[in-house]
């Protein structure tokens, strides 16, 4: 196969600002041992605020897009990147000819500043879902402190705060930036949970010295609510098993659907709101463990449910179609379940009394019995 390299400059929060693949020498020429030495400029776009990011290199294979694994040193999977830390941008000159912002406005906030205008997420969330919003901001003087304000505005023109910050998430307050600035603040919102679902207007308001010198729309979002249970039910298998202080496993069900297809079921339930987006694995490994046999890595609920949106003591039933093949031979077939960070493969740590802390729960071994 043939690969292509990257590299995606991003923030802090995840934003990626920027993004370059080359394709100078094609890797399936590359010679066994050969070291190769490739020069990559990557742009800074018009409005990226200064600060630290990280550039995230890798190689994505040609047909399928998908990318090469970096394995650790203990040779399991590491993440898909390799990540280049503390990259500092420093604050760039306003450009003569500034971009247009998706959606324009183009108004006077008060003097010396403009919103030229504003990016926004999709026009439907449910509560507890992270919501991206970014504001296209022009100053050209010094400028006092100032706070943003997001407010939901329903049917009846009642409006209610869900979001107060300083642009670009607290980081970068009006009052330290340079007299010239051109800056994209991208903000992220969560819609509270008892939210009652229905169509909403989405209010900024810019406030001075506690005072709104400043009002727009940024358009209509529709909220669902988001169904949570907080009652763990019964389960075949009970478990005590603590993932990263944040996440308890506490138990799974395993039924067999065929002679080569069984349904597992694990219930999660968590312990504070999670603190990421952690990926789930199981893995049915060979009699003398040996992965894998079959395999699964994917958020929680078909990825329909990260663990971020999670509240605390929130129960969660994940469910994984486990398909055999036919002719695998008979044997008790362990599973091994955990959790992880996608970005690096880092494992979270496992408590469980009476055993010694690692990185993965082990359930009950599937039995494979001959015909």
Known sequence: ADYIPFVHLEDA????????????????QWQPGEIIVQHIDVPIPAGTPPGDY????????????????????????????????????????TPDQLPPPPFARYEAVRPG????????????????????????????????????????????????????????????PFQTWPESQFLIDNQILRIPDDV????????????????IIYTTQLGTLQIEQTERNFTPPQTSFPLDATLGNEIQLLGYDLENETA??????????????????????VHLLTPDGICCVWQQDSQPQQGQYPTSRWLKDE??????????????PPGDYPIE???????????????????????????????????
Request: no cysteine; hydrophobic share 40%.
């Open 54 to 93: 990280r550039l995230r290199v890798g190689l994505f294979e040609t047909e399928q897009g998908t990318r090469l694994p970096l394995l650790g040193s203990n040779g399991r999977f590491a993440g898909n990147t390799y990540n280049i830390e503390n990259v500092t941008i420093l604050a760039s000159q």
């Open 260 to 281: 080569a297809s069984y349904q597992l079921s694990l219930v999660w339930q968590a312990l504070t709101e999670p603190s990421s987006d952690y990926t789930v694995f």
């Open 13 to 28: 929060w995840g934003k990626r600002w920027s993004q370059v693949e080359t394709f100078a020498y094609p890797a399936e």
């Open 337 to 371: 379940v955990g959790l992880y960070i996608a970005e690096t493969g880092q494992r979270l740590q496992v408590v469980q009394p009476g055993l010694d802390e690692g990185d993965v729960v082990w359930l009950r071994p599937l039995l494979v019995e001959s015909d």
């Open 113 to 172: 500043l403009r919103l030229l205008g504003y990016e926004r997420g999709a026009e439907s969330v449910t509560t507890g879902e992270p919501w991206g919003a970014a504001l296209w901001w022009q100053a050209n003087q010094e400028l006092p402190a100032m706070t943003l304000v997001f407010v939901l505005v329903d049917e009846n023109g009642n409006g209610r705060s869900i979001h107060t910050s300083q642009p670009v998430h607290d980081t970068s």
């Open 315 to 328: 129960v969660i039933v994940d469910h994984y179609q486990i398909e055999l093949s036919p002719d695998l």
């Open 196 to 211: 009652v679902s229905g169509a909403y207007q989405l209010q900024l308001n810019v406030l001075e010295n506690d005072e």
